[in-house]
């Protein structure tokens, strides 16, 4: 949605976030790894590895995505 761009970032990019920072936590990766990879910045890729590690080691990408779409509302 164009009002999502306003924001900075889509329901469709935090999806895209869970899953791929989801998938390089699981291999180890630091968040300055993974920003660094992405080129997103730091801050960004931490407030997703914040809510991702509380699922861990599983990383339902779901209930990751669910979480970060809350704390947008919020």
Excluded: H, M
Excluded at 26 to 40: F, M, Q, R, T, Y
Excluded at 50 to 74: C, N, R, W
């Amino acid at each position: 949605s164009a009002g999502g761009r306003a924001e900075g970032t889509s329901e469709g990019e935090w999806l895209c976030f869970s899953q791929i920072i989801s998938k390089k936590l699981a291999k180890g990766k630091s968040v300055a790894e993974i920003a660094d990879a992405l080129e997103e910045s730091e801050e960004k890729i931490n407030q997703i590895v914040t809510v991702a590690e509380q699922y861990a080691p599983e990383y339902d990408v779901e209930a990751i995505y669910g979480e970060l779409l809350q704390k947008q509302q919020d």
